[in-house]
Each structure stands twice: as C-alpha cells, then as structure tokens.
T-cell receptor, first 111, second 111 residues
C-alpha cells in the first residue's frame, strides 16, 4: 500500500520557471491538501480539496494553482517560481475530519 | 482568523525527564490532532481528541483536551532518545475543512 506519493523528492529551479509537483494517494481519501514548511516552522496550508472537482485556497495560496480532476491526484503548480517559494512541500490526504496522511515531501530550491 | 499557539518552541531535557507541550486556540475546536515529525521526515499522526475534557494515553504519552475545547497538551513521561522530534498540534474548527497548525515544539534530548 503506497499511501501518499509525492514526486519529485528534490528540485532546483531558476527564478521565473514553472513546474508541477505531483501528489497521488491510493486510499480513496476525499480530502487532499498542500502545505509548505519553511525551516524551523510549522505547516502552512496552500490549497486544499474536499473532493474531485472542488478546490479552495488556504493560508498562503499566492503563486500556486491546483486542480483535482480525480480522487487520486492533486497536483500543485508553481506559476513563476520566486526565491521566497524555496521550501519543503508536503501533500496530505484524509477522510473527512480524520487524521492526515503525509507524503515524504518535495524539497524545492529556487535560485 | 483562527490561530493555534503552541509553546514552548524548544525544550531541552535530559533523557529520563518529562516533557510537555501546550496548544491554545483563539476559537473553539471541533477536534484537535497531534503529530510527530522526526528530523528530515514528514508529520506522522499520533492521536485525535474530540470530546471536551478528553484524556488519552499511548504508553508514555498523555494527551488532554480542555473542557472548553480551546486548549490541549501532550505530556511525555521519562523521555527516551526515540522521542526526539518536533511535536505539532493541529486544530479543526466547526465551519470548514482547514486544519490550523501550531508552530511545533522541538524536543531535544541533552547528551
């Protein structure tokens, strides 16, 4: 059972480049979320989804887009990378009001 | 907006000493969850508290949810080196699906 799978694990981008962070879960969870975690900090919610076709903004959505065309996949798009977006990105999934299951994270550096 | 404050930010203990971290919410929570994150890892779910005044135990870990459902604590008895990591609380409000995360308490075991 894979759980939540994030790719890539590491990525280096140049300022202005765009990219998509992939997240897939095989637990049939309705809820999925994207967080960023900066060094020594807690988790900040970027975007979340309560089901296929439904997404909403979290605390820090600017510079990011998401879509949820299937229950399994929830990709996060960086539109034009900026150094301030250097962070570790975690994807999580859960049943409604249940515990969140996290992927291993993507460590992203923007030069 | 809703905030969850977590203290202390760091706690240094000798192995065998006790450890406690506290969370306080600005609003009433429907439930609170606790997670542990090892260095370089992802958050891992520990427990969820739902009822007012609830107390749950997992071996040396004791979790409490306040009577007003606005505060919570995690207490570890007789810490071991395997307890090292950062402990996060995350509260869920009544109105929508958004977990609000505390900043975490980093447990450091002194050699």
């Amino acid at each position: 059972n894979a759980g939540v799978t994030q790719t890539p694990k590491f990525q280096v981008l140049k300022t202005g480049q765009s990219m998509t962070l992939q997240c897939a879960q095989d637990m049939n969870h309705e809820y999925m979320s994207w967080y960023r975690q900066d060094p020594g900090m807690g988790l900040r919610l970027i975007h979340y989804s309560v089901g296929a076709g439904i997404t909403d903004q979290g605390e820090v959505p600017n510079g990011y887009n998401v879509s949820r065309s299937t229950t399994e996949d929830f990709p996060l798009r960086l539109l034009s990378a900026a150094p301030s977006q250097t962070s570790v990105y975690f994807c999580a999934s859960s049943y409604p009001w249940g515990p969140q299951h996290f992927g291993d994270g993507t460590r992203l550096s923007i030069l | 907006g809703q905030q969850v404050m977590q203290i202390p930010q760091y706690q240094h203990v000798q192995e065998g000493e006790d450890f406690t971290t506290y969370c306080n919410s600005s609003t009433t929570l429907s439930n609170i969850q606790w997670y542990k994150q090892r260095p370089g890892g992802h958050p891992v779910f520990l427990i969820q508290l739902v009822k007012s005044g609830e107390v749950k135990k997992q071996k040396r870990l004791t979790f409490q949810f306040g009577e007003a459902k606005k505060n919570s604590s995690l207490h570890i008895t007789a810490t071991q080196t395997t307890d090292v990591g950062t402990y996060f609380c995350a509260g869920e409000g009544d109105s929508n699906y958004q977990l609000i995360w505390g900043a975490g308490t980093k447990l450091i075991i002194k050699p």
